[in-house]
């Protein structure tokens, strides 16, 4: 299996100004690797600020204008600049956003679900919107609410209904289950492994390392904006002695059903 989208030694440092005079750079990623192949689901997991955002969003061409990248993002076997890669948002790549604030606040569900059918290229727009929806739960009246008359977990799922519209062949999904009650978590990440098992490469971003354990093939560990492991989920078992770095034995020691172990510095 070659890989749909490959990310190597990604970079990216912040341009900022210190009382709009003095020029300084930081740095946010500082050497990133992933690579996901079709019919992969590849989890990637890292402590809040780690740096999991600002790879989707590079990887879609997304990052802010004082962002400098450096490093290499392919797609299907090719390298592709941030404009290229900006090109196949939606159509290619499709990211599933952390923010619920990437709706439209102004302009109602319906439109906005209709549109990515539209782009996806749905014959009948209206009618894949209402059955994007009601595949999450949500009936039709959904589709004539604003973004903010929307809970938290509803948001969620239309962004997973506009995000898998296009089934692309590329799929990251960014912490696509915060919020969800529990039976939704499960078959929202059912819904990613199927989507993999028909040919997609799904990088999906997660903490919630157990939920994501029952359908990832492989799981990239990041800190501080490095990858530091590739684990086989098979190895989160028991003390987690299976598990070869130190700091990913740390992540699942540390969850509440092992017994919230805190590391030592040693360890960590
Ligand atoms: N526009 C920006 N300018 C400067 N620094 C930024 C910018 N965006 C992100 N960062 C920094 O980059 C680092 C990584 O952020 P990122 O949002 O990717 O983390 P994350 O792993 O997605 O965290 P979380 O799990 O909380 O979503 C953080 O230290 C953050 O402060
Ligand atoms: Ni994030």
Redesign the pocket.
Known sequence: MSALLEVRGLEVD?VQYERGLRRRT?R?LAGMDLTAAAGEVVALV?A???????LAHAVLGLL?PNAVERGTVAYDGVDLDPESRRRLAGRGIALLP?SVGFLDPLSRVGRQVRRSARLAGHPDPRRAAEEALARRGLGPEVLRLHPHELSGGMARRVLVAMATMSRPRVLVAD?PTTGLPAATVATTLAEFRVMADEGCAVVLIT?ELVAALAVADRVVICRDGRTVDVADPRAFTGDGSSLRHPYTRSLWQALPANGFRVPTTAEA
């Open positions: 912040f930081v946010a890292g809040s600020g780690a740096g999991k955002s600002l802010p952390q912490e903490h």
